[in-house]
Every structure is written in C-alpha cells, then in structure tokens.
C-alpha cells in the first residue's frame, strides 16, 4: 500500500492503494512501462478494484482519450496474454480486468459519438489476431477443467461483449465471436448437470443474444449450429435450464399466493390491502416478467430453428436444479411431492396463465405476446403436436386464474392428467374470456385462434379424437363474437376486428365441416348444432354489421364480404332448425323447453338440412418472423440487451475465494 500526502493539508496522510495509483497513472497516460520490464507482471498482482478501475474510464473527457489509447491498447494487449500465464491469480486477474475495461470501453464509446471502439480498445492494426486469441482462451476455460469462477468471468465478458450495444446487430465487436466461434463452448456447459446449475442461464443468454447478430442480414453461424444441433444431453440441458427460470417465477407466484390468502380476517385484510397497492405492483411484476425474457427469447429460438428440441417438451425433468420456494406450510407435504417431475411445456403453460392476467403494460403484453408466438410454432409443428395430443402423456397442469365479476383468482382444479392439448386449450379459452374489454389486445387475441384453429387441423387432418368439453370452447367464441359485435363502433375506430371474427368463423365452419373427423361422438354435432342455434342473434348481428360493412365501401370492406360469405353454413344451420323448433314448440304448447327436448328436433331433422363444402378450412398461413414480427423482435432484444447489461455485477474477487477455487479441482 502506497502513502501520499495531501497537496495543501499539511497534516494528515490519505491512504490510497497501489492499485488505485496505478489506474491513475495508466490513464493519464504516462509512459506506464518506461525503466521497469516487471511492470505488468507486478501489475496482475494486484487485486483489481473494479469500481476505481471503471470510474478512471468513465471519467476521461474527449480531448484526454486520444493521448491515452496506447495505454489503452496495452492494457487489453497484457490482459489477453496473461490468460495464458503460468500463475493462476495473475489468469484471474488478468480476466476480472478485461472484463471491466472492455465494459467501461462500450460506455465510454456510447457517450462520446465517433470514437471507434475497436480502434480505442484494441487498435485496428492487431484486433482480429487479439480477439482470436483471448476467444481461443475462453473456450480452453469454459470447455476445460477450469474453476468455476473463472468460468464465470469468462460468461461476464461474453455477456458484456453481447450488451455492449443496444442494437445488437451494430456491435461491431461481436463480427469477431462470427469468426472465433464459442458455440461449441457454451452448449458444453449445457450437458453436465453441475455446470448448467451453476452457469446455465447466463450461457443460454449469451447463446440467444448471439444468434440475434444480424440474423436477417448474412449467415450467421450461431444459427446455423443452433438449428442442427442434435446433442441429446445439450439439449434437454438447455430444455432445464428454460425450465428452471420459468418455474422461479411461477413458485414465487405461488408462494405470495399462498401469504395473501390465508384463512380467516387476515387473509381477508392482505387481500385487501393488497388490492389497493396493485399499481405499485405492477412495477415490481413488470420487472419480474422482463427478468425471464432471456429464457423466453431463448426458448422461442430453439423451437423456431431446431426439430430436434422438440423431444423435450414432453421430457420428464428430475432434476432438482430447479429453484424451489418453500414456506413454513410445507413442512407436512411428503418428500415425493416435494421432488415432483417438472416438464417443459407443464412450466410454460403455467407460467403463461399467470402472465397473462394482466397485459396492460407494454412489458406485459410483448411478454405475453412471445410466449402466444413461441405456442403457435408449437401447435404449427406436426411432432410436437403430435406429442400434445399422445394419451399416454399426460399431465396435471396448474393454469391460474385472474380474478373477475363472477369469480374469485385461483387454480383451475384437474382431478387427473390429461394430454397436454387439453390444457393448451384451456388456456387459450381462458385468456379469451377474461380479456374482453375496450382496449381489446387484437394481436393477442389472433394469435391464442390461431392456435385453436392449428390445433384443430392437426386433429382433422390426423383423425384424433380427445375428451374435451367443447361445449366450453364453443360458448367462449360466441361470448368473443358478441363482445366484438355490441362494442364494433368503438373498436373498429382503433382496430380491424373483422380479423377477429373471420378466425372464430372459420373455426366453427371446421367443426360443422369435419367434426366427424375429430369430435369424440355423434351427439357432439348435435350440442354443436344446439349452441349455434340457441346463439343465432349474435350470428345474425354479426352478418348484419359485416353487410353493412361490406356494401358501404371503407377500409374494412374486403374483410367484411369474407365474413359474409363464411356465414353462409351457419346461417343456414339457423336458419334452419329455428322454425322447426318454433313450431314444435306451438305444437307441444311450451315456453321453456329443455335442452333435451331441443336436441331430439334438431336430430329429428338433419336430413332436410343442406350445407355448402368450404375448402381449405384448414389451411393457415404458416409462422414467419420476417417481416411480420421483426418490429416486435427488434425492440424486444433491445429491452433484453440493456436488462442483460444492467445486471452484470462485478464484484470484487475475494482471494481465498479464488484459492479455493483452484485447489478444487487439482
């Protein structure tokens, strides 16, 4: 430790570190060097304090950098070549401080427009063999037998190299991870169960931010390795460690859950009081949601690219990796249902069912918004499908339900597994239901119908029957179609909702078409025909506000004749069967018939009923990211990007820590 006197003081000494002083010295840039061929070995010595080392940087004015870039230069040179050193805590050192200059660097250049961060930081003239180098480095450490918290450094600066930026695809740093691949690398940590515990999610994050790298623009290696990899143990790897952040947020939903609604007066009290504070929830749920982006982004990725994940979705997880919440209540739950199996799919329906309660928010909707859009690449899959629809597969999924008029929050309660599908469906239903209101989110609403509708084209075209209460899926397409119809003034002034009710029609012409490819039995199509029936106004609204759409010209005209036309099997359906019942009810002199007794006329007279064929009912446009979402895309890697970069915390290393570290694994 170094003593200066104070200039003017007089009397007392300011302590400062050896360390600090030589941060000073380095970037006032004098001649660090000069008369001592020991410096930087004495230089990585030292414990470096990683606040002082990025206050100096930060704190450098314009006129001050072109005078110290060839310290600059120097220091990340000595840093890269000391990765290879003989003395482990010089390796570390070395490491830690790379890590902070080159974080300190992109701020820096963020700041002070028109100073080239590769020039400032590297120096055009040996960039490319640099970071070739320190690349080589990191991947000897990450794939080797390597302490775990140089491990960590090594994922910090791949982090900070992939958040340097807010737009990913301008880092000009990262054209080099293009060339001095790390795949390989990360996806390592994936298969072995400690590592991925200890480091998986910070990999699959790197991993994800990495494929988004100019990913419409040129060939971007990240994602072709991405999409073929075939690495079994990689993949349920990466599988787990999705898993495992979704499930942190659905226990700790659970377990506040559970604190706010205990028995007697003070549940009642917490509920309460916790209803009046629900704005200043929002904030804090607004930060748990965009905290589990990553895991989202990146479990959109996988499915989007790669067929060969599509395996884990069903997979059976035992591992215990995944975070657990427990509360004193738990002390009497058996240890088998504390060790319970979690699956992919399970975790992510339960998680969508508790994120979308609320979508006001910006950050709740585009949440929302991936996960409907990482569902309708699932129901688009023919595999994946296939294994939602197995009955040999089967689940108890937890699906939340948000408060409403009519009912209390809670879980929906399944006495006995179902296939997947049936709680997909659930969810889909549940979230059309309790989100129908003014500020209707349309996005959303297409795309939790699109999935119904891929659903029940993969049924038809597979012939699967399921047992599933479709009375319920009907009555909520018609509960969605009359809040449309009653509210179209207002809505259609903002939205096109003729898009809304061109996919409810085109799902109800599915099951009037083909539901004797997929319905589980002929009285099916009976209560089909008895919900249309007993529901022809809101039909019948519906024809007259798209007539009157369709002949009046407007922007809305083309979708409005489409939804006339589609009409036409319903209408006759109606149309149909309602005089039939009028006057078998004058006949039998009734004014409240049962359900019953309507369904024996609709049977009585199914042959005199005649329908058009409608082709194509189920076919739907496939998902494609580009150009539709590359908006939504763009701005959401943007949000992840400068969450990510918020949240590197570089602590200062503790010696015996690192000791301890190494000694570990000799």
Not at 429 to 446: A, G
Request: charged fraction near 20%; proline fraction near 2%; hydrophobic fraction near 40%.
């Amino acid at each position: 430790m170094s003593v200066r006197r104070r200039s003017g003081s007089g009397g007392k000494r300011a302590l400062k570190e050896k360390i600090v002083e030589v941060y000073e010295s380095l970037f006032r840039g004098d001649q660090i060097a000069l008369g001592n061929s020991n410096y930087w070995e004495e230089f990585f010595l030292l414990k470096p304090k990683m606040a002082v080392l990025e206050g100096e940087i930060g704190r450098l004015q314009a006129d001050q950098l072109a005078g110290m870039r060839d310290n600059l230069n120097a220091l990340f040179h000595e840093c890269v070549a000391h990765l290879s050193h003989q003395h482990q805590i010089r390796v570390v050192y070395a490491l830690q401080t790379l890590v902070g200059v080159v974080r300190a660097v992109y701020k820096k250049c963020v700041q002070l427009s028109g100073f080239d961060l590769v020039n400032f930081l590297i120096g055009f003239d040996r960039a490319e063999q640099e970071m070739s180098i320190l690349l080589t480095s990191v991947t000897r450490f990450l794939a080797g037998e390597s302490p775990a918290c140089l491990k960590e450094l090594c994922l910090q600066l791949l982090l900070v190299l992939a958040s340097g930026t807010d737009n990913v695809s301008t880092n000009t740093l990262l054209e080099y991870l293009m060339i001095n691949s790390v795949f390989e690398s990360l996806v390592g940590l994936l298969a072995q169960a400690g590592e991925r515990a200890r480091h998986g999610r910070s990999a699959v994050t790197v991993l994800t931010l990495l494929v988004q790298y100019r990913k419409y623009d040129s060939s971007n290696p990240y994602i072709l390795k991405l999409s073929i990899l075939d690495q079994e143990l990689v993949l349920h790897g990466y599988s787990q460690a999705v898993t495992a952040s979704l499930a942190e947020y659905t226990q700790a939903y659970e377990a506040s859950v559970a604190e706010g609604t205990g028995g007697g007066w003070l549940g009642a009290i917490s509920n309460m009081v916790g209803n009046m504070f629900v704005s200043e929830d929002s904030q804090v749920r607004n930060e748990k949601m965009r905290s589990h982006n990553p895991a989202l982004l990146a479990l959109y990725e996988i499915i989007h690219l790669n067929r060969n994940f599509i395996t884990t979705l069903a997979h059976y997880q035992t591992e215990t990796t995944t975070p657990a919440i427990i509360s004193d209540t738990d002390t009497t739950t058996s240890q088998s249902e504390d060790l319970r199996s979690v699956n992919l799919l399970v975790t992510f329906l339960e998680y969508i069912s508790i994120a979308m309660q609320d979508t006001k928010s910006d950050v709740a909707n585009n949440n929302v918004t991936l996960c409907f859009i990482i569902l309708a690449c699932i129901t688009e899959d023919q595999y994946a499908t296939a294994l939602m629809h197995d009955p040999n597969l089967v689940f108890k999924v937890k699906l939340h339900r948000s408060p409403m008029r009519h009912r209390k929050a809670g879980v929906e309660v399944v006495s006995h597994g179902r296939s997947l599908v049936c709680a997909l469906l659930d969810l889909m239903l549940e979230f059309t239901r309790s989100h129908l209101m003014k500020r209707l989110p349309i996005e959303l609403h297409l795309l939790a119908l699109s999935c119904i509708h891929r659903v029940l084209s993969y049924q038809k075209r597979c012939r699967v029957r399921i047992a599933y209460n479709w009375r319920d899926l009907w009555s909520t397409l018609i509960a969605l179609l009359k809040f449309v119809v009653a509210n179209e003034s207002n809505l259609n002034k903002k939205i096109n909702v003729f898009n809304i009710c061109s996919q409810v029609v085109t799902i109800f012409n599915v099951f009037i078409t083909y539901g004797d490819t997929f319905l589980p039995s002929a009285s099916s199509y009976d209560e089909l025909y008895y919900e249309l029936v007993r529901c022809h106004q809101t039909f019948d609204n519906l024809y007259s506000m798209a007539l009157r759409y369709s002949t009046c010209g407007g922007e809305h005209k083309d979708t409005a004749m489409r939804i006339t036309n589609s009409l036409v099997n319903i209408r006759a359906i109606t149309s149909h069967f309602q005089p039939r019942i009028e006057a078998w009810l004058s006949k039998e002199q009734l004014s409240t018939p049962t359900e019953d007794q309507i369904l024996d006329v609709v049977r009585a007279n199914y042959d005199s009923l005649t329908l058009k064929l409608q082709d194509s009912l189920d076919q739907y446009d496939n998902y494609a990211e580009n150009p539709t979402y590359t908006g939504f895309f763009t701005s959401l890697v943007r949000s992840i990007v400068a969450d990510t970069r918020q949240k590197i915390v570089l602590d200062d290393l503790d010696l015996q820590d690192v000791l301890h570290n190494f000694s570990s694994i000799q």
